[in-house]
């Protein structure tokens, strides 16, 4: 996936934004412009209200209509056919209420949910250490076997390689040492930590060791480990071998297919092995009626580049998916998902499954990348007001995305953005975001 680029687009390049406060377009004295048809789409729970404008209409302060001259814009597609087609962004008048009630104040819903994962780890290092340095402190006093100090020493270190195999420069450069440590270190990790509680809580205040299950079972660490432990089997227990279907469109994408559809907002984890190196991605579908969902993979290392140049026709997952960021949607009234490359694969079923929500994927010589298969789906479930696919070979140019975002955004009434794309990218546009006042979220790694 590219990062989102400066702009350098032609002066052809507009948008066409319903907004309010400014000035109509000249019109025929017997143009009228409805916007209620539009509007509905975008908000099922909207009343009904007809909006219309006539070339006879004065400026007032209430909302008005900015209208593309589609004619015009035909003609300077035709005289340059390096410019972007105009697009219609529909939104509601000011004033116009829905009948979906919000969840909670904005204020409550734009909270940064991330690093929940490397601050339990670390935080459950930290306490570990703590514990055994108050054994050392402790043990004459209490009559610790130095077997139970020895191994305490020895589950940390296990404990602190799992943590470490999972730092950032280590995930970037040696995917392959993270993916093996993490999981198989962590495992063992588990199983020491299964020891050093049992051990330690069978120690009598003599420094004998006593046999009784009673005195295990009191102790909170006990329980704490049974519920780690469970948290992490029961993912294990749905992994399957399962049939896929895979295209190669260009040597840079794998197109997967898969049985059963899928809710929005979901990522899903494949792999040629049953116990090693999964890859988490994102799930297309176009709901779970739809009885197949897709994974874009796209070729960044050995293992995706391995789907285009050796082609399985069975892939090991689990069916129990886990929530990406996307699953976040529900928490707002309108949304924007903006994209580069594969990271399509993250936030289109959000677009296909849910009317209010507005699609910009912006990616290079797009539809021979990534074959028909999305552009059908695109198609065939959004419609042309809600989406923007911007192809930067096919342009000749690439976009100011600040500005385009900033314009459907305003236009579309939107209260959040979902920006998958690169680390480099996500951080511009989150950046570019939190200038302009527009809230957003972006994955804390490659999407």
Aim: aromatic share 10%; charged share 20%.
């Amino acid at each position: 996936m590219s990062s989102f680029p400066k702009s350098n687009a032609p002066p052809s390049y507009k948008a066409a934004i319903f907004s309010s406060g400014k000035q109509p377009s000249p019109a025929t004295p017997t143009e009228e412009i409805s916007v209620e048809a539009k509007a509905k789409s975008f908000d099922d729970s909207s009343e009904k209200t007809a909006v219309s404008t006539t070339s006879s209409a004065k400026a007032s302060p209430s909302p008005s209509i900015h209208e593309v001259d589609t004619e015009k814009a035909e003609r300077s597609l035709a005289d340059d056919d390096k410019a972007l087609a105009q697009y219609l962004v529909p939104t509601l008048p000011k004033g116009v209420k829905t009948a979906r009630k919000k969840p909670a104040s904005l204020w409550i819903r734009f909270r940064h949910i991330g690093g929940i994962h490397a601050g339990s780890a670390a935080s459950g290092v930290a306490w570990f250490i703590f514990i055994v340095v108050r054994s050392f402190q402790n043990h004459v006093a209490k009559h610790t076997p130095k077997i139970v100090l020895g191994w305490g020493v020895i589950t940390v270190a296990t404990c602190a390689i799992t943590m470490f195999a999972a730092a950032p420069w280590i995930r970037a450069n040696h995917h392959n040492v993270f993916e093996r440590h993490h999981r198989f270190a962590g495992w063992t990790a588990v199983a020491f930590v299964w020891i050093f509680v049992c051990v330690t809580d069978a120690v009598s205040a003599e420094g004998g060791f006593t046999g009784s299950g009673r005195r295990l079972a009191d102790a909170q660490e006990f329980w704490y480990s049974l519920f780690i432990t469970i948290l992490i089997a029961i993912p294990w227990f749905t992994v399957r071998k399962v049939p896929v279907e895979i295209t190669t469109p260009s040597p840079r994408v794998a197109v997967i297919k898969f049985q059963k559809g899928i809710q929005q907002g979901l990522l899903g984890r494949i792999s040629r092995s049953a116990i090693v190196e999964y890859h988490g991605f994102g799930i297309i579908s176009e709901g779970i009626d739809s009885g197949c969902h897709y994974i874009i993979a796209g070729v960044q290392g050995d293992w995706t580049r391995g789907l285009v140049t050796d082609v399985p026709t069975h892939l090991w997952t689990r069916e129990m998916k886990f929530a990406g960021l996307p699953y976040l949607c529900h928490l707002y009234r309108r949304g924007i998902a903006i994209c580069t490359g594969s990271g399509i694969g993250a936030v289109l079923s959000t677009c296909l499954q849910l009317d209010n929500w507005f699609l910009i994927w912006i990616g290079s010589d797009m539809e021979k990348t990534f074959g028909p298969i999305l552009f059908d789906m695109i198609k065939r479930k959004i419609p042309k007001e809600r989406y923007i696919l911007f192809d930067t070979k096919k342009e000749g140019c690439r976009p100011d995305t600040m500005k385009m975002l900033k314009d459907v955004y305003v236009a579309f009434n939107a209260e959040v953005v979902i920006i998958t794309s690169n680390p480099v990218g996500n951080a511009e546009l989150m950046e570019g975001c939190k200038e302009n006042g527009m809230h957003s979220f972006g994955p804390l790694w490659d999407s």
